[in-house]
């Protein structure tokens, strides 16, 4: 009988897992569709989306209402880093060749550089170091999906809420309008392909718009841009 019941501890383990966070990782499946059949028929970015949704399901994470709190929290951090893994992975060593040490270092300096600035205007601006980190990271690797990131591994205070939804409102407003703009200025600026991949991936935040305003340009410039939004997100 204590052999039985030793075997069965690990099933009953993950019973008892699924039992506890299953709610809140369907609430987070269901508003992360959500959010994407939004984008898709309207245009919206869907981090927007999922942002809006999630402000209007807040109240499922505030309490244990419906035994949601814990399955939102283990979605927002585990299964969140691992998706933000999984798409820098997605960048081979053979593909970051192509581009050229150069220009890797580069790219590289520039998320460095973009994340110390951060730090440095939030000071400036009597801010917490973590808004500095929150919104400097947010810029230079990937926007909304970097800013929640973030979010989910700094230390909490009373601030945190507030400055990530601050922050996922800006990059994306002003990533959508980079997505519009930038293109026209490679054009107005007389950019080759190479240049304008360059000038789009390095800049826009989030990699969806980095691929649209990549490949508006032209196709090579849309595969120099995709890369290094990807070697960023890496």
Same mark, same amino acid.
Request: contains cysteine; hydrophobic residues 55%.
């Given at each position: 009988?204590?052999?039985?019941?030793?075997?069965?501890?690990? +099933?009953? *383990? !993950?019973?008892?897992?699924? $039992?506890?966070?299953?709610? #809140?990782? @369907?609430?987070?499946?269901? /508003? &992360?569709?959500?959010?994407?059949?939004?984008?898709?028929?309207?245009?919206?970015?869907?981090?927007?989306?999922?942002?809006?949704?999630?402000?209007?399901?807040?109240?499922?994470?505030?309490?244990?209402?419906?035994?949601?709190?814990?399955?939102?929290?283990?979605?927002?951090?585990?299964?969140?880093?691992?998706?933000?893994?999984?798409?820098?992975?997605?960048?081979?060593?053979?593909?970051?060749?192509?581009?050229?040490?150069?220009?890797?270092?580069?790219?590289?300096?520039?998320?460095?550089?973009?994340?110390?600035?951060? +730090?440095? *205007? !939030?000071?400036?601006?009597? $801010?917490?170091?973590?808004? #500095?980190? @929150?919104?400097?990271?947010? /810029? &230079?690797?990937?926007?909304?999906?970097?800013?929640?990131?973030?979010?989910?591994?700094?230390?909490?205070?009373?601030?945190?809420?507030?400055?990530?939804?601050?922050?996922?409102?800006?990059?994306?407003?002003?990533?959508?309008?980079?997505?519009?703009?930038?293109?026209?200025?490679?054009?107005?600026?007389?950019?080759?392909?190479?240049?304008?991949?360059?000038?789009?991936?390095?800049?826009?935040?989030?990699?969806?718009?980095?691929?649209?305003?990549?490949?508006?340009?032209?196709?090579?410039?849309?595969?120099?841009?995709? +890369?290094?939004?990807?070697?960023?997100?890496?």
């Amino acid at each position: 009988m204590q052999a039985k019941s030793a075997s069965q501890s690990p +099933l009953q *383990g !993950a019973v008892n897992f699924v $039992r506890r966070n299953g709610n #809140g990782f @369907l609430v987070s499946v269901v /508003v &992360a569709v959500a959010a994407q059949f939004l984008s898709e028929h309207y245009g919206a970015p869907a981090m927007l989306m999922a942002l809006l949704l999630g402000i209007a399901f807040h109240f499922l994470a505030e309490d244990d209402a419906g035994n949601c709190k814990a399955g939102i929290d283990f979605t927002a951090r585990t299964v969140l880093r691992f998706g933000v893994a999984l798409l820098g992975a997605r960048i081979s060593l053979e593909l970051m060749m192509n581009l050229g040490p150069q220009l890797i270092a580069v790219v590289v300096a520039g998320v460095f550089l973009t994340i110390l600035f951060g +730090l440095l *205007g !939030a000071r400036l601006l009597g $801010r917490g170091w973590r808004f #500095g980190v @929150l919104t400097g990271g947010s /810029v &230079a690797i990937c926007g909304a999906s970097a800013a929640m990131a973030i979010s989910a591994i700094l230390p909490k205070n009373e601030h945190s809420e507030r400055n990530l939804i601050f922050t996922v409102l800006s990059v994306t407003v002003l990533s959508t309008i980079a997505m519009i703009a930038y293109p026209i200025l490679t054009e107005a600026f007389d950019f080759d392909a190479e240049v304008s991949g360059v000038f789009l991936g390095g800049t826009i935040h989030d990699v969806a718009q980095v691929v649209g305003a990549g490949f508006s340009v032209s196709d090579e410039a849309g595969e120099v841009a995709t +890369l290094v939004k990807l070697i960023r997100v890496a």
